[in-house]
Nanobody, 124 residues
């Protein structure tokens, strides 16, 4: 089994930056599709950014392209989300998620493991 623990959320003003971190522990396979998701009150959960751990290949939602960067530290089993130029509409609970295998098209579907989330609040 895999456990995921997020950290790094908080409150910042619009235009600011935050860096989220996710620690992965346990084992379910040698490679993972991992990602960051967010859910704002009254809205559906959205896949923000994904990464295939074996190659570092990344994918982003259009709403965050050019502002957010997903990265990993494979030695420490850490996943990061650097968020710049934050907007009030980025306010949400952010979750780290993972599943064994490739990302590819539809990467945000079928995540098997989820963290409990970290809250990000952006004020205008």
């Amino acid at each position: 089994q895999v456990q995921l623990v997020e950290s790094g959320g908080g409150s910042v003003q619009a235009g600011g930056s935050l860096r989220l971190a996710c620690k992965r522990s346990g084992y379910a396979g040698s490679t993972y599709c991992m990602g960051w998701f967010r859910q704002a009150p009254g809205k559906e959960r959205e896949g923000v950014a994904g990464i295939y751990t074996a190659t570092g290949s990344t994918t982003y939602a259009d709403s965050v392209k050019g502002r957010f960067t997903i990265s990993q530290d494979t030695q420490e089993n850490m996943l990061y989300l650097q968020m710049n130029s934050l907007k009030p509409e980025d306010t949400a609970m952010y979750y780290c998620a993972a599943r064994v295998g490739l990302c590819g098209d539809g990467w945000s579907n079928g995540m098997a493991y989820w963290g409990k989330g970290t809250l990000v609040t952006i004020s205008s």
